[in-house]
């Protein structure tokens, strides 16, 4: 079955500087890739998602790139906040609505 | 739509007691997926169904654990019997060709 690995597992940066955290998969057949931001006390939450026909997605601040061949996936966020503090999952899966498999999380603290 | 619906936000019952976590996924979601969350373990997945039919439940930890979708519009987790190393938030997903959201959480609590 599908195996999701996130790294880093934490990521301390200073407000304004850019964040990245990398997933890689195991199944080539996966072709869907969401990212959920999970705050504080809250459920988590999609915030950008990019199927495998493309390599890149970008919405404001936050950009995912994606390399089939490699089976990895990254999340860029530029100009962090203080507001982006949250832990982030990854997720593959073959096709919508099929099981998720999630990264095991990382958690970004953004530094005033 | 009122998103994924979980109840009860919060329970704390005694080891050894019977406990049902529910859930209401969104009108028209074709799956929904039971999620256990602590801090040691992460995000893990208990079991999924694929319109109302269980697909997957490699992930429920053992016998005491059980899941039913009776109808599109409910499904239950039920623990029976219940023990400390239960406790944990319980999240409910459904999804769609366009996505999952999930619910709100149930935190258990198990004395």
């Known amino acids: 079955g599908e195996n999701v690995e996130q790294h880093p597992s934490t990521l301390s940066v200073q407000e304004g500087d850019s964040a990245v955290i990398k997933c890689t998969y195991s199944?080539?057949?996966?072709?869907?890739f969401p990212w959920y931001k999970q705050e504080l006390g809250k459920r988590p939450q999609l915030i950008i998602d990019?199927?495998?026909?493309?390599g890149e997605k970008k919405d404001q601040r936050i950009a995912v790139t994606l390399n089939k061949t490699a089976k990895h996936f990254s999340l860029h966020i530029t100009e962090t906040q203080p507001e982006d503090s949250a832990v982030y999952f990854c997720a593959a899966s073959i096709s919508y609505g099929q099981n998720f498999v999630f990264g095991p999380g990382t958690r970004l603290s953004v530094l005033p | 739509d009122a998103g994924v619906i979980q109840s009860p936000r919060h329970e704390v019952t005694e080891m050894g007691q019977e406990v049902t976590l529910r859930c209401k996924p969104i009108s028209g979601h074709n799956s929904l997926f039971w999620y256990r969350q602590t801090m040691m373990r992460g995000l893990e997945l208990l079991i999924y169904f694929n319109n109302n039919v269980p697909i997957d439940d490699s992930g429920m930890p053992e016998d005491r654990f059980s899941a039913k979708m009776p109808n599109a519009s409910f499904s239950t987790l039920k623990i029976q019997p219940s023990e400390p190393r239960d406790s944990a938030v319980y999240f409910c997903a459904s999804s769609n060709s366009l996505g999952g959201t999930f619910g709100s959480g149930t935190r258990l609590t198990v004395v």
């Open positions: 199944d080539s057949a996966s072709n869907y």
């Open positions: 990019i199927r495998s026909n493309v």
